[in-house]
């Protein structure tokens, strides 16, 4: 096996495109991954950063790489866990930060190149899948507390028999978005309100606004923007960390007579007793709780769980450690009865992502009551098998392998430091 | 400013020392960073690692470096601040992983400097510093609902009064340690015998062994540890993550009898609630549980204290963002009524945390109570300053500065990969 990396940024933070509170001016980033095996069939897998530091990523990769050339994909249960329980490179979170995005990039890989050889797009890979199979690709250390393997394989075969049907449901009737595209920070009243409209004209069933930075500026751009689309459509919020547990509940508060659907990362992805604590004084206003984007691995989605901490878990499809990780995040979610409703955007969240929510739809929680999937109009251009999604869903990705792949001329030209883009 | 940085690895995997349930083979290294301002005077720190990966840390320190070289060493608070809080590194943790063990390289580093240019040794540098000070150090977001700055300020005005008489005890009888060399899992029945034995000679009034592999083992080796010190000696144990929360529970079950002090790491150190759960658990037995060496950060320890999931707070002078940010952990802890008792082995990690303890008795909590620092005579003759510790304390360092300097033989020959150690 070949595996060869990548540092890609794209310059965004010259038009504020993916502004917001705590996140002032992004350069979407990936620290990108080819494995390509002894045949010639390639995996493409990626993180996504926001710029500084992708190197370091990209150094982490290159750390792991060694432990990848002569690994058995047929396996991939055992191939990620190997890769986040290697005794010394482990004491560098354990399972979080840097080390953790670059495992993801690698076991992305891996599954790309896995459902190619199938033949199918990773989420009819995942899908075809006996529950024996699935409940060997996850990591259980940690989680017997919450959800035991045994627990796992009853939920999987309980939603095995239906899974044709949704197959066939689920291509015909797409997965359903949401988009942040008209609520970044940078943007102004007018620009906010304009694509707010033009989103519902869309198909949009709901939108995200980002919030945090100035409460008076935060009460005007909603009170307008629930304006423009009415009351029928769902306004999500977004605080991207931005306070501490009273702050956010005071500051919600105040935004709560616009009816917002849900506050997304009112405080620290770290802080599970603090997203509790916040959901409990939120509660009688009718505000949920959501996050997960920054959330570091399964055992804190355990415990965000267990606490009842949040009402959406908002899996990300690189922060934790790829399919495998992200496939015991799902059994968490269906036994605590939560939806999944992934965070995207970035840079390919979108692309890889959506195999997720179309596998946990088809195979594990069987349900689309509530559950959206982030949308983000933005780099799709860049991917050879970009997202399609019209109507406000997601139609359901064809093409053999997890999406991931990003067209040669981009890795070229927005290769940092040295590409064009950057010259 | 100028910043060197350097990978620094010693061959311990060869001998079995610090080897435990989940570390079977560490080589002790250090991502090391030296900061040398415009008229000479250098701060050291470093970060400790077991290995394999420790060049990713030193690509992190490297990214780090733009933020350092022009910054204003006068205000460390600020410093801290910016180089937690850069809106794109962020992204990378947020506040853990490797970023964030490059961040308390460089704190720390920057606390040597200024304790040497105070001429002071790093504990009684801080110990000269008002309430007020002290406050402004430390990252109060995300502490709040636990602890406001007011409330930190008047628990260190408390303190205050009490300082002098404090300073001159500790440097009369020094600060308690507790010695985990005994007790490695690769050392045979006979090697911890001795070695127990041979603490309790030397002064120690606890000692550790580490637990976790094999019950059967662990019994008989506990049960020869306990027949060679006595009853009058706390043994503790350390599991090092290996078990899940039912497991925890059984396992230390099954070991009570013979009267561990403490359970350490029963399981993940990102699981707040299982470590409750596990003290919930063991209460009736009398076994204390402690955590804190991979605890990511002060939102994490906070969370522990809230959840009343420790009796023992271990934290770790390295792997949160130095000195600052261990500040917030001394202040969480003293309001919460809980002990400190710092990791420390490893590489360096002795020479650091004694610093922390000294200053928290000085200052913060004022008392010696079940405080003790953990010490393994391991790789100190590397330090130009290493610690002093006899009859079973630490004595107070004296020399300026935070002891962590390596001597330059030292970082020449364990250079990795090149140095005359690897080759």
Chains 1, 2 share one sequence.
């Not at 989605?301 to 908002?314: E, G, N, R, S, T």
Request: glycine share 8%; net charge negative; charged share 25%.
């Amino acid at each position: 096996m070949r595996i060869r990396t990548h540092d890609v940024r794209f310059p965004t933070s010259r038009e504020l495109d993916g502004s917001d509170a705590m996140n002032p001016d992004p350069d979407y980033s990936a620290a990108y991954v080819v494995v390509e095996d002894d045949d010639g069939v390639e995996g493409h897998g990626f993180t996504f950063t926001i710029g500084r530091g992708n190197e370091v990523v990209r150094a982490a990769l290159d750390a792991l790489a060694p432990m990848v050339v002569n690994a058995d994909l047929s396996d991939l249960g055992d191939f990620y866990r190997r890769l986040v329980h290697d005794s010394q490179i482990r004491w560098l979170g354990p399972e979080k930060g840097v080390m953790h995005l670059a495992a993801a990039a690698l076991v992305n890989a891996a599954w790309d190149l896995s459902a190619r050889r199938a033949g199918l797009p990773l989420w009819e890979h995942l899908s075809e899948m006996s529950p024996d199979q699935l409940v060997d690709l996850v990591d259980w250390r940690y989680l017997s507390d919450a959800l035991t393997p045994d627990e796992a394989r009853d939920l999987l075969t309980a939603a095995a028999s239906g899974r044709r049907e949704r197959i066939r449901r689920i291509r015909e009737v797409g997965y359903p978005a949401y988009t942040t595209s008209a609520g970044w920070l940078g943007y102004d009243d007018e620009k906010v309100t304009r694509l707010a409209r033009q989103a519902v004209d869309d198909g949009f069933r709901q939108i995200k606004l980002k919030v945090g930075a100035d409460l008076d500026d935060d009460i005007r751009r909603f009170a307008r923007a629930r304006e423009a689309v009415g009351p029928g459509i769902r306004i999500a919020v977004d605080a991207n960390q931005r306070w501490d547990v009273g702050q956010a509940v005071d500051w919600m508060t105040a935004l709560a007579p616009y009816d917002p659907w849900w506050i997304e990362e009112p405080t620290s992805p770290d802080d599970i007793l603090g997203h509790a604590a916040i959901r409990r004084a939120l509660q009688p206003a009718g505000i949920r709780v959501a996050t997960g984007e920054h959330v570091a691995n399964r055992v804190v989605f355990k415990q965000l769980l267990q606490a009842d901490a949040v009402d959406f878990v908002q899996l990300d499809a690189c922060r934790v450690a790829g399919v495998n990780e992200n496939i015991a995040i799902l059994l968490l979610a269906a036994k605590f009865g939560k939806p999944v409703c992934p965070h995207a955007g970035g840079v390919g969240l979108c692309e890889a992502v959506q195999h997720l929510s179309f596998f946990d739809y088809v195979a594990v929680s069987g349900s689309l009551q509530d559950r959206v999937i982030e949308y983000v109009d933005h780099l799709h251009d860049h991917f050879v098998d970009p997202v399609v999604v019209e109507g406000g869903v997601y139609r359901a990705p064809t093409r053999p392998g997890f999406s991931t792949e990003m067209r040669p001329e981009s890795l070229k030209r927005y290769a940092f430091p040295e590409g064009e883009a950057w010259s």
